[in-house]
Nanobody, 127 residues
Framework: QVQLVESGGGLVQAGGSLRLSCAGS????????MGWFRQAPGKEREFVAA????????YYTDFVKGRFTISRDNAKNTVYPQMNSLKPEDTAVYYC????????????????????WGQGTQVTVSS
C-alpha cells in the first residue's frame, strides 16, 4: 500500500551537505514510522535515523548524531534527512523505509522492523 521514492543523493565534498527526500504514496504514509538506512559496498545495511509517525520523536545512530537531522511533512507524504558535515565514510546507498503498523508509538532501528522500502539513492562524499 506504500510506495517510496528516494531522491537528493549525489556527489559532495567532505564537509558539505545534502538533503535527501523520501516521497511516499499510499494512504498509510502519514501514520507510519519512517526509517533511513544505508549500505556501502561489502557492508550490511545499517540504521541511520528514524522518525515517529507524527514526527514527535527522532532517533539517530551514534556516527551521525550532531550531523544529520530527520524531519517529515505528512501533508506532503515526505521525509527529509538533512545531512551536514558529510564524511567519506558516509558514502553509501541510502534507503528509506516505512513501518506498515498504524501509528506505532515505538520506532525500529533494525531493517526487519520495516515493511516497505524505496529503491535507494546514492550518496558519494569525496575527500
Amino acid at each position: 500500500q506504500v510506495q517510496l521514492v528516494e531522491s537528493g543523493g549525489g556527489l559532495v565534498q567532505a564537509g558539505g551537505s545534502l538533503r535527501l527526500s523520501c516521497a511516499g504514496s499510499g494512504r498509510t504514509f502519514s501514520s507510519s514510522a519512517m526509517g533511513w538506512f544505508r549500505q556501502a559496498p561489502g557492508k550490511e545495511r545499517e540504521f541511520v535515523a528514524a522518525i515517529r509517525w507524527n514526527g514527535g520523536s527522532s532517533y539517530y545512530t551514534d556516527f551521525v548524531k550532531g550531523r544529520f537531522t530527520i524531519s517529515r511533512d505528512n501533508a506532503k507524504n515526505t521525509v527529509y534527512p538533512q545531512m551536514n558535515s558529510l564524511k567519506p565514510e558516509d558514502t553509501a546507498v541510502y534507503y528509506c523505509a516505512a513501518d506498515a503498523a498504524f501509528r506505532r508509538p515505538q520506532v525500529a532501528t533494525s531493517p526487519r522492523g520495516y515493511d516497505y522500502w524505496g529503491q535507494g539513492t546514492q550518496v558519494t562524499v569525496s575527500s
